[in-house]
C-alpha cells in the first residue's frame, strides 16, 4: 500500500513537473517571437527615416552649378551606375536654376555597357539642351570605362596628377588544370552545347573558344575607340599608341588630346560656368540601400542553395 501510494506521489510530482516545464517554455516562444517582431518593426522603423531622408531632389533658389559625382567601379549593382546616373542628369538638366554641369570622375572603369548608357544619355541631353554646357572633372583616375563617359562632354578637366586613358577592354581569369591534376582531382563537367564551358579554368584552353574571345574583345575595343575618336575629334592626336590600353598623368593627357585644361571643380563651376555655387544632384546609396543589398544576396545565396545546388544555369 505504501509503495503505490509512492508511486501515486512520484507520477504526480513528475506530471506537475512536466506541466511547469511545458508552460515555461510555452512562456520563453512567446516572448521570443514578442522580442523578433520587436525587433523587426525596430528596423522597418529605420528603414523608412533612412529611406525618407534620401530625398534626392534640389530644393533650391537662384543658379548655380550642378554637380553629378562618378565614384568607384562602374557597374549595375555598384553606386556608379546608368539608372541612377541617367535619373541625376535629367534632375539636373530639367532644374531651373542650373547654368552649367559638373561630372565628378574618380573610376577606374568597369562596365562598358553601363559606360555606353551614360555615354548616350549625356549626348542625348547635351542635344535638348544646348544652352547648358557640361564639363568632365577629374580627380584621381579617369580610365577605361570611366574615360567612355567623359569622352561625352564638352571638356575635360584633370589634376597634372589625374591618371587618364587606359583605352582597352578587359577580360582575365585562372588557369587550374594542371593544379588539379597534380592533386589528383577528376573534373566531372557534363554541358549542352559544345561551347557552354568556354574558358572553364579547370580545363585545357580551346584554341577555337579563345580566338571567339579574342574576336569579342577586338569589337568592344573598336566601339570605344570610335567612341573616343567622335567625342574628342580633332583634339585628339593621332598615334595607335593612344588606344593600346596605356594610361598617362593629366598634364601628358592634355598634350595627347585626351583632355583640355587643368582645373578642379570648383575652378570650374567659378572660372568657366560663372557659378561657384554647387548643388549636389547624386545619388548617394544609404543604409536602407546597402541592408536591402545584403538582404537580397543572402535571401538569394540561400535560394540557390538550395533549388540549384547541382544543376546550373549561367
Keep these: 500500500m505504501e509503495k503505490k501510494e509512492n508511486e501515486d506521489w512520484g507520477n504526480k510530482a513528475l506530471e506537475k513537473i512536466s506541466q511547469t516545464a511545458f508552460l515555461e ?12 517582431l520587436a525587433t523587426l518593426i525596430y528596423l522597418s522603423i529605420l528603414l523608412f527615416f533612412f529611406v525618407s531622408s534620401n530625398d534626392n531632389k534640389i530644393a533650391t533658389t537662384g543658379d548655380f552649378t550642378a554637380l553629378i559625382s562618378i565614384n568607384g567601379e562602374i557597374s549595375s549593382q555598384s553606386e556608379a551606375n546608368a539608372s541612377d546616373f541617367k535619373q541625376n542628369l535629367n534632375d539636373a538638366y530639367d532644374n531651373p536654376g542650373t547654368k552649367g554641369i559638373i561630372l565628378s570622375i574618380n573610376s577606374p572603369g568597369g562596365s562598358p555597357v553601363q559606360a555606353g548608357i551614360m555615354n548616350d544619355e549625356i549626348k542625348r541631353l547635351k542635344s535638348l539642351y544646348p544652352q547648358i554646357p557640361i564639363y568632365a572633372v577629374v580627380e584621381d583616375i579617369c580610365a577605361s570605362g570611366a574615360y567612355y563617359i567623359a569622352v561625352a562632354t564638352d571638356s575635360i578637366f584633370v589634376d597634372k596628377a589625374s591618371i587618364v586613358g587606359s583605352i582597352g ?19 566531372r563537367l557534363m554541358t549542352a552545347g559544345k561551347n557552354k564551358a568556354a574558358l572553364d579554368p579547370f580545363s585545357p584552353i580551346n584554341l577555337d573558344q579563345k580566338a571567339h574571345i579574342q574576336e569579342l574583345l ?37 598634350k595627347l588630346g585626351l583632355s583640355d585644361y587643368l582645373g578642379n571643380v570648383n ?20 543604409f536602407a540601400d546597402r541592408f536591402a543589398k545584403q538582404l537580397g544576396a543572402s535571401i538569394s545565396s540561400e535560394i540557390k542553395g538550395k533549388l540549384f545546388n547541382n544543376f546550373v544555369l549561367k
Design 218 to 254: 577586338d569589337q568592344i575595343h573598336l566601339q570605344f575607340i570610335n567612341v573616343v575618336k567622335e567625342g574628342r575629334g580633332s583634339r585628339l592626336k593621332s598615334g595607335d599608341e593612344i588606344f593600346s590600353g596605356l594610361f598617362w598623368n593629366g598634364e601628358k593627357s592634355i
Design 267 to 286: 575652378y570650374v563651376a567659378r572660372e568657366i560656368i560663372g557659378h561657384e555655387k554647387i548643388e549636389d544632384f547624386t545619388t548617394y546609396e544609404t
Design 169 to 187: 577592354v578587359l577580360m582575365d581569369g585562372f588557369g587550374f588544370e594542371q593544379t588539379i591534376n597534380k592533386l589528383g582531382i577528376e573534373r
Design 25 to 36: 517554455q510555452k512562456k520563453a516562444r512567446r516572448w521570443g517571437i514578442f522580442f523578433k
